[in-house]
């Protein structure tokens, strides 16, 4: 199977905002910093004054298995923490964040257990909850569906945004432990799992040692801000040059993001094992490693790029492994396949 069998067409997204170019740059001035294609907008409101960075983002079908399971605090704790990790790779820490949950008929049950999930996270960020909208719109959302999605606001110093810029030749590249899916490729997950395979949500296939279906897929989504901030502790900001979030597009799409031209991240896949969610998912869909790779995080949610002499796996509490290289090239990112 392919992404694309699950109704999810990456080519056609990525043709689509390509078009939509021209009218994006059409509303910018000199006070946006960034590109199109980075993880999240910076925005200079003045000369000399820190940079705020804003990202808007949702936890895709991850909801539905939410549904599936009756559980529903985690889902918020997903998109709080997925925001925060995409402003983060820009060197960004977060100031707020703001929800929107949207449903056919509101369920007074449901909405609080979410709105605790984004409560929980925000703390333990460090950010405020400042606000939000609740849309209930029959017709739009069959009965029982909801969606979420959810935008973060951050700051920081124009000496301290990350943007690739740094990266060189000979820098080594290391990857941070996801806990899962994240909050991408669920699509493909339900279509191999529930769909093609009929596993249910409390089934416990053994390759997920105890875990049923549904705890391996509702596990949430890492928070980075915490070990990003003990590698700048232990080494200074000057030794991150690059930080990529491992979200849709897997490796293939997000590292080119924030790779110079004339450079290549060569990644090793043996330098780690992925997870059991991920074995189990490629052998009963037959998904083939490049696109498990494309689709997926695959056991690392966060790659972080050094010179040769910073090692981020020797900083207490900072789990990294040493997964590749950067060296002259033009492809951006190159896996074995």
């Known amino acids: 199977m392919k992404y694309a069998d ?61 549904s599936l399971c009756g559980r529903y605090d985690t889902v918020g704790q997903d998109l709080v923490n997925h925001c925060v990790d995409d402003i983060l790779v820009q060197g960004a820490e977060p100031l707020f964040f703001l929800d929107y949950f949207a449903t056919a008929k509101l369920d007074e049950a449901v909405l609080p257990e979410v709105l605790a999930g984004f409560a929980k996270a925000c703390r333990e960020n460090g950010c405020a909850l400042l606000g939000g909208e609740t849309a209930e719109m029959p017709g739009v959302y069959a009965a029982g569906e909801f969606d979420l999605a959810g935008t973060i606001v951050g700051r920081v110093l124009p000496e301290h945004v990350i943007d690739g810029s740094a990266i060189k030749a000979g820098d ?14 669920y699509s493909l997950a339900r279509a191999v799992l529930l769909d093609r395979a009929g596993l249910r949500v409390d089934d416990a296939p053994v390759e997920l040692g105890g875990a049923t279906v549904g705890d391996a897929l509702l596990a949430v989504h890492r928070s980075y801000l915490p070990a990003v901030r003990a590698i700048w502790e232990a080494w200074g900001r000057a030794a991150v040059h690059g930080l990529v979030h491992i979200t849709g597009g897997g490796f293939y799409d997000n590292i080119p993001r924030v790779v ?56 207490p509490g900072v789990e990294a492994r040493l997964i590749g290289e950067v060296c002259a090239g033009e492809q951006r990112v190159s896996l074995p396949w």
């Not at 994006?24 to 000399?48: C, H, K, M, Y």
């Not at 080594?172 to 490729?185: D, F, I, K």
């Not at 060569?266 to 009963?284: K, Q, T, V």
């Not at 972080?304 to 090692?311: Q, R």
């Open 6 to 66: 699950s109704g999810v067409n990456i080519d056609a997204a990525t043709r689509a905002l390509a078009r939509s170019r021209d009218h994006v740059r059409s509303t910018w001035d000199a006070r946006v910093r960034n590109e199109i294609g980075a993880f999240g907008g910076l925005f200079q409101p003045s000369p000399g004054e820190p940079l705020l960075v804003a990202s808007v983002d949702g936890v895709g079908t991850k909801v539905m298995v939410a």
């Open 172 to 185: 080594r590249v290391w990857g941070l432990p996801s806990t899962g899916l994240h909050t991408n490729g």
């Open 260 to 315: 110079p031209d004339g450079l290549c991240v060569h990644i090793d896949p043996s330098a780690w094992a992925p997870l059991p969610i991920f074995h189990l998912i490629s052998r009963l869909g037959g998904v083939a490693p490049p696109e498990m790779y494309r689709v997926f995080n695959m056991g690392i949610g966060l790659v972080v790029i050094t010179p040769p002499d910073c090692d981020p796996g020797g900083v």
